[in-house]
């Protein structure tokens, strides 16, 4: 694979993590950690990307509804965000809520 971009050749892509399940929604929080939504695992987890260790943050998420003839197998976007004080809100798309989950203390 070969990326480029405005006529310059990039770095190739580095994995950082495998094994994820359905990953969709990302969002880095303030410890530097990647957010991950595992929709079809219904989880949210944490990757540190420097050793590329996956940690569970939240499980039994309403995540990964079965797409619809034609589409893809999730055809939402399970979605993640973080504001400024740390608290971390995912969208589920089976239930059609928004999950807010606090900062540890």
């Given at each position: 694979m070969q990326l480029v971009a405005g006529g310059t050749v990039l770095p190739e892509p580095e994995l950082i993590a495998s094994g994820l399940v359905t990953p969709e929604g990302l969002a880095i929080i303030d410890d530097g950690q990647l957010l991950v939504v595992e929709s079809s695992a219904h989880r949210l987890s944490a990757i540190d990307l420097e050793t590329g260790e996956v940690t569970l943050v939240a499980a039994d998420l309403a995540l990964g509804a079965p797409g619809w003839p034609g589409l893809p197998p999730t055809a939402t976007f399970n979605?993640?965000?973080?504001?400024?004080?740390?608290?971390?809100y995912v969208t589920g798309d089976i239930d059609n809520v928004l999950y807010r989950i606090a900062p540890a203390q």
């Open positions: 979605g993640v965000a973080v504001d400024t004080a740390g608290t971390i």
